[in-house]
């Protein structure tokens, strides 16, 4: 396995947790039921650390794919859908923290 697949996974990981981050979190007038009392992604989307990590990360691995097709020339299609993965990450980051 190599660095570009884990990456690829871990984007992929983010991704779904920030999504459900996003789908359950509480509205200011919804009165908290049993799931959002124990799901992590809701408490980290209220706080709003859930968009900095999606974010942050998605940054980083922007800057990796972009470093990479630089020098080998859009060959590895992991590194493509890592660039495309990068976007949709910081666009869900950035959803969470307007909402």
Known sequence: MSINEIILYFLIFII????????????PK???TFYNRICPCRKMA?????SKICIYIGAATFLYSTTYISLAKFINPYINLIFLLSFICVFIGWKLKLS
């Open 46 to 50: 209220d706080d709003g650390s859930l």
């Open 16 to 27: 779904c947790f920030s999504l459900l981050g996003f789908f359950f979190s509480r509205k």
């Open 30 to 32: 919804e009165k908290p």
